[in-house]
């Protein structure tokens, strides 16, 4: 008898991220958005999953080789994403926040910082948020007006932030704001730094809101809110950077949510298909239906392959730019369409609140927006496109020349 192998760390991870039963699903969606939240992420933090969004060098998960230590893997989290968006867009939001929120700390923060911060982010035990978008600035972050004034060995911030997830909730925010220059030009990102700045802050307001589905989401005021520079994470001026490469990180895990929604839709459709009668006989039958559910099984096929060849270069250390913004972009609109296709499959039961296929529709539509729009998401493919030709992809053809 050959021994048994020894399962490798994800997919451990894996199997409890799996066992989402229909009864805690259920009552995820029927808590309001806060105590959804919390629910969603004690649940996580009780399976060690949180440790995934955390480098394994700051307390993080092991993860067998696939990344740095001092790094998130980019594959573990996507499949993680993939599993937990199949069953609640709670429980997937909340784990990627904490890794959205707390990683330009990892790159950028100091020793004592991290050590303070991170295990904690990787237990639990603190609800982090990203700060970026602003009421003037969302795909275009030299936009960004919030400012943050030298005072003596403090600064202090003022300017709004808008579109937070976790915006209330958070234990500690990662702000992109500006200490140089003027919003806006060539150059309106030289100016930017990240800061870590604690929930509780005084001169910190948030103003929550409502969006299609549940999340919790905010305005987030800044009113001469004052930082320690020893708060300050990265090089001063070296905030874009920091922020630019918190997304690259994070991007491709859009994808792979969008993954799981998709294929959820498409299981409830396909057992609604089989299920629900007709004129005598089962919808499965109708040769059109048929046809849809084919077409939705080969996009989401595609936009699988496209996540975790994205993800599986990153985690190599390879430039993988294209790689990332066409999975997100191919990923996310075809999910789309597939929650879109269930929903049209269900007929009127389809928009009915509380049904499944009414929650993956709204669940999936803010992924096409958030992160890069699906027009930034061209814009890279083309512009990399018009420059290098097109990719070679895995058989290496070579390219047209380039007209002169």
Same mark, same amino acid.
């Given at each position: 008898?050959?021994?048994?192998?020894?399962?490798?760390?994800?997919?451990?991870?894996?199997?409890?991220?799996?066992?989402?039963?229909?009864?805690?699903?259920?009552?995820?969606?029927?808590?309001?958005?806060?105590?959804?939240?919390?629910?969603?992420?004690?649940?996580?933090?009780?399976?060690?999953?949180?440790?995934?969004?955390?480098? #394994? +060098?700051? !307390?993080?998960? =092991?993860? *067998?080789?696939?990344?740095?230590?001092?790094? $998130?893997?980019? %594959? /573990?989290?996507? @499949?993680?994403?993939?599993?937990?968006?199949?069953?609640?867009?709670?429980?997937?939001?909340?784990?990627?926040?904490?890794?959205?929120?707390?990683?330009?700390?990892?790159?950028?923060?100091?020793?004592?910082?991290?050590?303070?911060?991170?295990?904690?982010?990787?237990?639990?035990?603190?609800? #982090? +948020?990203? !700060?970026?978008? =602003?009421? *003037?600035?969302?795909?275009?972050?030299?936009? $960004?007006?919030? %400012? /943050?004034?030298? @005072?003596?060995?403090?600064?202090?911030?003022?300017?709004?932030?808008?579109?937070?997830?976790?915006?209330?909730?958070?234990?500690?925010?990662?702000?992109?704001?500006?200490?140089?220059?003027?919003?806006?030009?060539?150059?309106?990102?030289?100016?930017?730094?990240?800061?870590?700045?604690?929930?509780? +802050?005084? !001169?910190?307001?948030?103003?929550?809101?409502?969006?299609?589905?549940?999340?919790?989401?905010?305005?987030?005021?800044? @009113?001469?809110?004052?930082?320690?520079?020893?708060?300050?994470?990265?090089?001063?001026?070296?905030?874009?950077?920091?922020?630019?490469?918190?997304?690259?990180?994070?991007?491709?895990?859009?994808?792979?949510?969008?993954?799981?929604?998709?294929?959820?839709?498409?299981?409830?459709?396909?057992?609604?298909?089989?299920?629900?009668?007709?004129?005598?006989?089962?919808?499965?039958?109708?040769?059109?239906?048929?046809?849809?559910?084919?077409?939705?099984?080969?996009?989401?096929?595609?936009?699988?392959?496209?996540?975790?060849?994205?993800?599986?270069?990153?985690?190599?250390?390879?430039?993988?730019?294209?790689?990332?913004?066409?999975?997100?972009?191919?990923?996310?609109?075809?999910?789309?369409?597939?929650?879109?296709?269930?929903?049209?499959?269900?007929?009127?039961?389809?928009?009915?609140?509380?049904?499944?296929?009414?929650?993956?529709?709204?669940?999936?539509?803010?992924?096409?927006?958030?992160?890069?729009?699906?027009?930034?998401?061209?814009?890279?493919?083309?512009?990399?496109?018009?420059?290098?030709?097109?990719?070679?992809?895995?058989?290496?053809?070579?390219?047209?020349?380039?007209?002169?």
């Amino acid at each position: 008898m050959e021994p048994q192998r020894k399962q490798d760390p994800l997919a451990r991870a894996m199997v409890r991220a799996h066992r989402v039963d229909a009864g805690f699903e259920a009552e995820l969606a029927s808590l309001g958005e806060d105590e959804a939240a919390r629910t969603a992420l004690a649940w996580l933090a009780e399976r060690d999953l949180c440790a995934w969004a955390v480098p #394994a +060098a700051w !307390g993080g998960a =092991e993860t *067998g080789g696939l990344c740095a230590a001092d790094d $998130v893997s980019v %594959r /573990a989290l996507s @499949d993680l994403r993939m599993q937990l968006a199949y069953s609640s867009g709670m429980l997937d939001v909340m784990l990627v926040m904490q890794g959205l929120g707390s990683y330009s700390l990892a790159r950028g923060g100091s020793d004592e910082l991290r050590a303070l911060v991170l295990p904690a982010v990787a237990k639990g035990e603190l609800v #982090a +948020a990203f !700060g970026l978008t =602003e009421p *003037g600035a969302g795909s275009s972050l030299g936009e $960004v007006a919030t %400012r /943050a004034e030298r @005072d003596g060995d403090d600064w202090l911030l003022t300017g709004t932030k808008t579109f937070i997830s976790n915006a209330g909730l958070a234990d500690f925010y990662t702000v992109l704001v500006r200490t140089s220059g003027s919003p806006g030009g060539r150059d309106g990102g030289d100016g930017l730094t990240m800061f870590f700045v604690p929930g509780d +802050a005084a !001169g910190l307001e948030v103003e929550r809101f409502e969006v299609l589905a549940p999340h919790p989401i905010g305005t987030v005021t800044f @009113d001469g809110v004052r930082v320690p520079d020893a708060q300050r994470l990265g090089e001063l001026g070296g905030g874009l950077s920091l922020a630019l490469g918190t997304l690259a990180r994070f991007r491709t895990s859009v994808a792979a949510a969008a993954c799981g929604f998709a294929r959820r839709a498409l299981v409830e459709s396909r057992a609604h298909l089989l299920r629900r009668e007709q004129f005598g006989k089962p919808l499965a039958a109708n040769q059109a239906l048929r046809f849809d559910l084919a077409e939705m099984e080969t996009q989401l096929v595609a936009a699988e392959l496209l996540t975790r060849r994205a993800a599986k270069r990153l985690d190599k250390g390879h430039e993988a730019a294209r790689d990332v913004a066409r999975a997100k972009l191919f990923a996310t609109e075809a999910a789309s369409w597939i929650a879109d296709r269930a929903l049209q499959h269900h007929g009127g039961l389809g928009v009915k609140r509380g049904e499944v296929v009414e929650r993956l529709y709204r669940d999936v539509r803010a992924l096409r927006i958030y992160e890069g729009t699906s027009e930034v998401q061209k814009l890279i493919l083309a512009k990399a496109l018009l420059s290098d030709g097109p990719d070679r992809g895995s058989a290496g053809q070579k390219s047209a020349p380039r007209p002169h």
